[in-house]
T-cell receptor, first 112, second 119 residues
């Protein structure tokens, strides 16, 4: 299983861009990178995913390096409500079902 | 549209007791999953199901059983609870398993969690 490595914690000022890095050096060619976040003890929430191209949606942008060994999640204008644990996940398929292997994630704190 | 609903949300058990956690989804999703989350850790997959009547083991299946008799429900059972099973349990569902399908983000929809304490 491809593993991901993330910093344990990060801080960011409100209104600034939050850049969360992730290393996934053992990722295979057909494995997607997914980002989820978990606020307090709620269920994780999907943010964005990508294979090799950069992606953007209403929540965030995902920048994947050309060799696909690392990626960065960007929250362009962080708010206090973005304080959460962010998980970078490599997704692969087993028996037709997607399998997400969660690491410990990055605890992002947005400061006023 | 309730999404993914888990019951109960809290439960305290004594060692050796049995119980069942119910996960219900109203999105007509094919795939359902049970995860557990321990303090300071990410989620670990216990069991999953790719459709009604099917189940499969995840990373940490020992001590748990599951059933998917109806498409909308995925039950997680503990036959003889142990203190090591004290955890927060999350259920999730998704419409498809494979990436690349049109309109499919591969997103998992999670429930709000069930906190289980085994004394």
């Amino acid at each position: 299983d491809a593993k991901t490595t993330q910093p344990t914690s990060m801080d960011c000022a409100e209104g600034r861009a939050a850049n969360l890095p992730c290393n996934h050096s053992t990722i295979s060619g057909n494995e997607y990178v997914y980002w989820y976040r978990q606020i307090h003890s709620q269920g994780p929430q999907y943010i964005i995913h990508g294979l090799k191209n950069n992606e953007t949606n209403e929540m965030a942008s995902l920048i994947i390096t050309e060799d696909r060994k690392s990626s960065t999640l960007i929250l362009p204008h962080a708010t206090l409500r973005d304080t959460a644990v962010y998980y970078c996940i490599v997704r692969f398929i087993i028996q037709g079902a997607q399998k997400l292997v969660f690491g410990q994630g990055t605890r992002l704190t947005i400061n006023p | 549209n309730a999404g993914v609903t888990q019951t109960p949300k809290f439960r305290v058990l004594k060692t050796g007791q049995s119980m069942t956690l119910l996960c219900a989804q109203d999105m007509n999703h094919e795939y359902m999953y049970w995860y557990r989350q321990d303090p300071g850790m990410g989620l670990r997959l216990i069991h999953y199901s790719v459709g009604e009547g099917t189940t499969a083991k995840g990373e940490v299946p020992d001590g748990y059983n599951v059933s998917r008799l109806k498409k909308q429900n995925f039950l997680l059972g503990l036959e003889s609870a142990a203190p090591s099973q004290t955890s927060v349990y999350f259920c999730a569902s998704s419409p498809h398993g494979a990436a690349g399908l049109v309109g499919n983000t591969g997103e998992l929809f999670f429930g709000e969690g069930s906190r289980l304490t085994v004394l």
